[in-house]
């Protein structure tokens, strides 16, 4: 029994620690955050989702630009 009077005190740390952590984190996200307004929030979404069409149309032109690449290539050393 004597792993009991070892791990009841470290339990007891632990448990103390996850909740001043727990409660340190609850005041930080109520008191500290700056929450962005609504227009904030649809302008920063209006951004991101032009900013993926964007990407995503360069990464498209870029995967048909190799593959017609790699098409001629294969073409050429075809028997």
């Not at 001043?20 to 951004?47: A, G």
């Amino acid at each position: 029994m004597i792993w009991v009077r070892i791990l009841v005190p470290v339990l007891i740390y632990f448990m103390n620690k996850i909740g001043v952590y727990l409660t340190e984190s609850y005041k930080e996200l109520m008191e500290k955050v700056t929450w962005p307004t609504w227009l904030q929030l649809q302008q920063s979404t209006i951004i991101v989702l032009i900013a993926t069409i964007l990407i995503t149309a360069i990464v498209f032109v870029m995967d048909l630009a190799t593959k017609g690449l790699l098409d001629f290539i294969y073409k050429l050393f075809k028997s």
